[in-house]
């Protein structure tokens, strides 16, 4: 188990490296950004010492090995535009993505797997039927669509909810969130509903294949034979089968959603990540987007340790041994 | 029980009830992200028009970007080199300490200590070789050489306080430790990316007739989306926002329950032709052969280019009815606007005949090069110019690319054809950056791209920026634009709108350089 850990760490290191190089390059190539933020005002003078100041002027080996430098000192830069530490900037935005985030999981998981459980046990009712249609349209319909219809249904139509933002922030162990007040919750129903309608969409559909497919198994016709009730039957034979497969798309799709909660924050101005990475991208804020995605990248690996981890748990057949990675 | 519920609600919900009676708010939707509260960091408009809710400059500028008097009541050249200001007297801080002279040179001298920043102030003050304290409320700042821009440069620099931004950085500016102005609003907190809470300073000096504006608090929400901006002022969650796309514009005209205001900005849409190498890049016959001949070179083809764009349909179609066709560098209400000047009519055939006297029947290819995030309704502009070009011969390729691609490849001179906009306190800054001839030693043309030179525009220039006295100097600042503006060294297009919707019952002083002023709203 450590060996594993420790084999997983050590590729993640080269995996974070390698991203570093690639945002560098990249970014180089694009241009910089005094191009882009100088005042229209400034001469030529102004403009050669401001990229002498930032360091830009170097050639980019140069200037990648002294990120590197520092970076190795756990200092990944200050932000060109905020003049503040990337990483803290990245860090203060990162609650509000993770609530954000987290509460449309919950709501997904919450949702889709006793939707898709009345799905799968009762595929010709008209409720089965009406579930199984209603996720064709989770999955087909754009997000940033879906965001600007329930903001002028619920904000602009009815004014039952706030159309953006994020409500007022309390400590809940030292990490700011919103969703302990009722404001913060009316702020947070819309853009939440708006991120999680894909992964519903996703969890009621595999639930509820999942279910068709045990329903037929031999496990679940010699519980029946034995008398089982049918809620037993359904609640551990059936569920704990199929959470395998649900566990593995909730962890994947849980890193992206961090990842690309930009649309909704965007239509929602919620202060999360995504809404700082567009705009650090449009100013070409290198430090930010290095920080950025490595914060994300370290999400990701950490994530599907934890889906590894969980796997083990669930499955006593699956034991994370050394020669295992 | 479920008595004493009912009456722990009640008194909540009367508690809540009788919150807004006491704490009159203004909310305004904001349509570009707030870096940084520290004023000397970053020099982009959204960071400006932040600070100048808390600080004030030594001068301010007016709806029609006129100058006006700020901290400094009053200013004057007293020999060549010399320029004296009069500070305000009874200005307080935020934090109760008086403003002076003091504070006046430390805020100067600030800009040049923060390195790291990619749009630093310092141009501002590179102008003044000294400066000297005469008394508390008279300043004298030297320049090395006859400068009559200080005035303007000095609107740029915003003053804090020495007590308390000495050694600050630009967290404590942002924490509000630091953020102790003398400006119409007081800091309450900065929400990075959110919002940004102010109070009212009820001592600011300028308040219009000495009455200070009805809302004692202000918040300014970050919303950058223009879908978010416009749903949030429809769902009532903001009262006022600023940078109306003309798609909506039409739409909130017609509803009753808001309102618009507009005014030329000082944005000026304008082409950039290259005129300085003799095969540009994207510039060749209409087969992809290369020229003999740059034709931008020209006038004549320069001439023709601009007869042949129709600006009035530009206006009504691509804008909507939200621009106005330029004759000038500056629009109209700004400093060197030339009223005689008209914009260029639309005449293809006289633009036909210009391209066969030029040795162009016909026509050539080019490529048009836009940003398509910048400027409003940028690539369709692009796309409106290339099909009234195709009519007179010409075959213009458009190519569009974000602003962050766009600024850099024409610092790298990639683009012969290409689309600016540009916005000046004065006509005659305008014709310093765009149309003087290229030189990093006395810092002109860092914007033209087309390289057009013309030694009489320049030396009209340098005595224009030695003449001190306003009225003369507007004079020489015409007859520059005039006489540069007659050889077409750029193809002027439109000055757009600015526009502000709010609520109905709200009414704005809408201004010319764009910026939304919370102090400016007031019930109606």
Redesign the interface.
């Known amino acids: 188990m450590a060996a594993f850990i420790v084999r997983r760490l050590l590729q993640s290191a080269l995996v974070l490296a390698f991203m570093s190089l690639l945002v560098f390059v990249g970014v180089y190539a694009?241009?910089?950004?005094?191009?882009?933020?100088?005042?229209?005002?400034?001469?030529?003078?102004?403009?050669?010492?401001?990229i002498a100041?930032?360091g830009l002027d170097r050639p980019l080996w140069q200037q990648y090995l002294i990120f590197v430098k520092q970076a190795l000192a756990g200092d990944l830069g200050?932000?060109?535009?905020?003049?503040?530490p990337a990483l803290q900037?990245v860090l203060?935005?990162l609650p509000a993505t993770l609530e954000l985030a987290l509460a449309a999981t919950g709501m997904a998981v919450l949702l889709g797997i006793p939707l898709g459980l009345w799905a799968g046990l009762k595929p010709d009712s008209w409720p089965g039927k009406l579930i199984m249609t209603g996720s064709i349209l989770g999955f087909s319909l754009p997000t940033f669509w879906v965001g600007?219809m329930l903001?002028?249904l619920f904000?602009?139509e009815l004014?039952w909810l706030?159309?953006?933002?994020?409500g007022p922030t309390s400590l809940l162990l030292g990490v700011p969130v919103s969703f302990l007040s009722w404001d913060g919750i009316r702020h947070l129903i819309l853009p939440a509903t708006n991120l999680a309608l894909f992964k519903l969409s996703l969890i009621v559909r595999l639930t509820s294949a999942g279910t068709r497919e045990a329903l037929l198994q031999d496990y679940v016709k010699f519980a029946r034979a034995k008398g089982l009730s049918n809620a037993r039957v359904v609640g551990v034979h059936v569920l704990k089968n199929i959470l395998i497969p649900i566990i593995t798309v909730i962890g994947l799709e849980f890193g992206s959603v961090i990842a690309f909660a930009i649309v909704t924050e965007?239509?929602?101005?919620w202060?999360g990540m995504g809404?700082?990475i567009i705009?650090s991208?449009?100013?070409?804020d290198r430090p930010v987007i290095v920080a950025y995605l490595l914060v994300i990248v370290s999400l990701f690996i950490l994530i599907n340790l934890a889906v590894d981890l969980a796997y083990s748990l669930l499955d006593p057949r699956m034991r994370l041994g050394a020669g295992q990675a | 029980m479920v008595v004493r519920w009912a009456r722990c609600l009640i008194c909540a919900v009367l508690a809540l009830a009788a919150l807004p009676a006491a704490a009159a708010e203004l909310r305004i939707g904001l349509a570009a992200d707030v870096t940084s509260l520290d004023p000397h960091f970053l020099n982009v408009a959204p960071n400006n028009d932040a600070a100048w809710h808390i600080f004030d400059a030594l001068v301010h500028v007016d709806a029609n970007a006129r100058l006006i008097p700020g901290l400094a009541v009053s200013w004057r050249a007293i020999d060549p080199t010399t320029w004296e200001f009069k500070l305000r007297r009874g200005v307080k801080f935020h934090d109760g300490s008086d403003f002076t002279a003091t504070d006046v040179v430390f805020s100067l001298q600030r800009p040049a200590t923060l390195a790291a920043s990619p749009g630093p102030f310092t141009g501002f003050v590179k102008a003044i070789v000294s400066t000297k304290i005469i008394d508390p409320w008279t300043l004298r700042f030297k320049t090395a050489a006859p400068y009559a821009m200080l005035p303007y440069d000095l609107d740029s620099i915003f003053i804090v306080s020495k007590k308390a931004a000495s050694g600050a950085s630009t967290e404590d500016f942002d924490s509000g430790k630091a953020a102790i102005g003398t400006g119409p609003y007081k800091l309450v907190r900065f929400a990075r990316g959110d919002r940004i809470e102010l109070a009212r300073n009820d001592a600011y000096w300028g308040w219009p007739k000495g009455k200070p504006a009805p809302w004692d608090k202000v918040t300014l929400r970050i919303l950058p989306a223009d879908t978010a901006r416009i749903a949030a002022l429809l769902a009532g969650d903001v009262d006022a926002i600023e940078n109306i796309p003309t798609a909506d514009l039409t739409r909130l005209k017609s509803n009753p329950n808001f309102r618009l205001e507009q005014k030329v900005s000082w944005r000026t849409l304008l082409l950039h032709m290259d005129q300085y190498r003799e095969h540009p890049p994207h510039l060749t016959d209409k087969s992809g052969k290369p020229l003999a001949h740059n034709p931008f070179k020209d006038a004549r083809v320069r001439l023709a280019i601009s007869k042949a764009i129709n600006r009035r349909a530009i206006v009504e179609r691509v804008m909507e009815g939200n621009a106005i066709a330029a004759g000038n560098l500056v629009s109209p209400p700004v400093f060197g606007h030339v009223a005689a000047l008209k914009a260029e009519s639309y005449d293809p055939e006289a633009a036909k005949k210009l391209l066969a006297a030029a040795g162009y029947p016909d026509g050539f290819a080019v490529t048009l090069d836009a940003p398509n995030d910048r400027y409003v309704n940028d690539e369709q502009l692009a796309q409106a110019i290339a099909q009234m070009l195709a009519r007179v011969g010409i075959q213009a390729k458009v190519e569009t690319m974000p602003a962050s691609v766009y600024f850099a490849k024409a610092r790298a001179g990639e683009f012969s054809f290409a689309l600016l906009g540009w916005g000046s306190f004065s006509g005659d800054l305008a014709l310093r950056a765009l149309v003087a001839t290229p030189d990093a030693a006395k810092g002109y043309g860092a914007w033209n791209w087309g390289h057009y030179s013309n030694p009489q525009v320049d030396a009209l220039l340098t005595r224009d920026f030695a003449t001190l006295d306003d009225g003369k100097r507007e004079a020489v600042a015409r007859e520059a634009a005039s006489l540069a503006l007659k050889d077409v060294p750029v193809i002027l297009l439109h000055h757009q709108l600015a526009s502000w919707a709010m609520k109905n019952s709200l009414a704005y002083d809408a201004r010319t350089d764009e910026y939304t002023f919370a102090r400016d709203f007031r019930p109606r």
């Open positions: 694009i241009g910089n950004p005094v191009d882009i933020l100088i005042s229209p005002q400034a001469d030529q003078a102004d403009i050669a010492r401001t100041a930032l200050k932000s060109f535009a905020y003049n503040i900037l203060e935005r600007l903001i002028m904000a602009v004014g706030p159309s953006n933002g994020r965007s239509i929602f101005s202060p809404k700082l705009d991208i449009n100013v070409l």
